[in-house]
C-alpha cells in the first residue's frame, strides 16, 4: 500500500464518521474521543469496539497528525495543510493545491513544502509501528 493510498483511505474514514470531530474540542479531546470509542482496539483502552487493519491504520494517521499539531506552531500548520490537501474539497482541480493554500493564506510554496513534511512525518509514523503492514512512499 502506498502511502497516498493510506491518505485517501483516512479521509474516506474521516469522512465516513470514524472520527467525530464534532463534541471534540481542541486536540486532547480529540483524542478522548478516540479512546472512548475504541479506535486503538480491544484490550488497549477497554473497548469493545473491534477494528480491522484499514482502522488501524487510518487511527495512526490521525494520532500521527494530532502529535504533530500538538509539537508547536510549525507542526500545527504542517498538519493543517495535510488535513485540507485531504480533506478540503476544491472545484477547481487544476488549481486545487493554489486555492487551499490561498484558504490557508500561505503561500504556494510554503504549503508544498509543509504538505511534504507532513506526509514524510506520517509515513515515520507509520513505519514506526509493527503492527501496521508496509507503506511505501508514493
Do not use: F
Not at 474516506?12 to 474540542?25: E, F, K, P, R
Not at 470509542?37 to 480491522?52: M, R, Y
Not at 510549525?74 to 482541480?93: F, H, I, Q
Amino acid at each position: 500500500m502506498t502511502l497516498s493510498d493510506s491518505l485517501d483511505a483516512w479521509a474516506a474514514w474521516v469522512y465516513n464518521g470514524q472520527l467525530m470531530s464534532t463534541q471534540a474540542v481542541g486536540q486532547t479531546g480529540k483524542v478522548m474521543e478516540m479512546l472512548a470509542l475504541g479506535v486503538t482496539g480491544p484490550g488497549h483502552n477497554g473497548a469493545s469496539k473491534t477494528t480491522t487493519s484499514s482502522d488501524l491504520i487510518e487511527a495512526s494517521i490521525e494520532a500521527a497528525l494530532m502529535r504533530l499539531a500538538a509539537s508547536g506552531a510549525l507542526g500545527e500548520k504542517r498538519a493543517a495543510v495535510l488535513r485540507a490537501e485531504y480533506l478540503l474539497p476544491v472545484r477547481d482541480v487544476a488549481r486545487a493545491q493554489e486555492v487551499r493554500a490561498i484558504t490557508l493564506k500561505i503561500p504556494l510554496r510554503t504549503y508544498k513544502r509543509s504538505l511534504a513534511a507532513a506526509r514524510d512525518y506520517v509515513l515515520a509514523a507509520l513505519e514506526a509501528q509493527p503492527s501496521i503492514p508496509r507503506i511505501v512512499r508514493g
